[in-house]
Nanobody, 123 residues
Framework: QVQLVESGGGLVQPGGSLKLSCAAS????????MGWYRQAPGKEREVVAS???????GYADSVKGRFTMSRDNAKNTVYLQMNSMKPEDTAVYYC?????????????????WGQGTQVTVSS
C-alpha cells in the first residue's frame, strides 16, 4: 500500500512564507514525476509545481519566482517552499506522484494523491 502524506499547511499573513512537505511511503520501487496541486473553494484543482525524478522543475505562472519545489529522492519526499504569499494562494494543497510498485507482472506505475493540507493566507 502506497501513501502520500502532506504536512506544513497553516495560516500565514500576506507576504509570509510556508514550507510544505510530502512524504511517500509503502512498497515503493521507483517514483517518476511528483507535483503539487491546489484547489480553492469553488475552483478546479490546478497544478502549482512539478519535479521530475532528475530534478527538473516547472511552475505555474502565478507562482513563478515565489514558490520553489525540491525533492529528496533518498527520503521519497518533496517540498514546496512558498514565499511572498498572497491571499489568492489560499487553497487546499495536494501532493501527487507517479509511483512504481512491484506486481506479479513486474514494475507497475500508478498515480497517487495525498489527502491535502489547508493553506490560508490572511491578515
Amino acid at each position: 500500500q502506497v501513501q502520500l502524506v502532506e504536512s506544513g499547511g497553516g495560516l500565514v499573513q500576506p507576504g509570509g512564507s510556508l514550507k510544505l512537505s510530502c512524504a511517500a511511503s509503502g512498497s515503493i520501487i521507483s517514483i517518476n514525476d511528483m507535483g503539487w496541486y491546489r484547489q480553492a473553494p469553488g475552483k478546479e484543482r490546478e497544478v502549482v509545481a512539478s519535479i521530475s525524478s532528475g530534478g527538473t522543475t516547472g511552475y505555474a505562472d502565478s507562482v513563478k519566482g515565489r514558490f520553489t519545489m525540491s525533492r529528496d529522492n533518498a527520503k521519497n519526499t518533496v517540498y514546496l517552499q512558498m514565499n511572498s504569499m498572497k491571499p489568492e494562494d489560499t487553497a487546499v494543497y495536494y501532493c501527487n506522484a507517479e509511483i512504481g510498485v512491484g506486481s506479479e507482472y513486474g514494475l507497475r506505475f500508478a498515480n497517487y494523491w495525498g489527502q491535502g493540507t489547508q493553506v490560508t493566507v490572511s491578515s
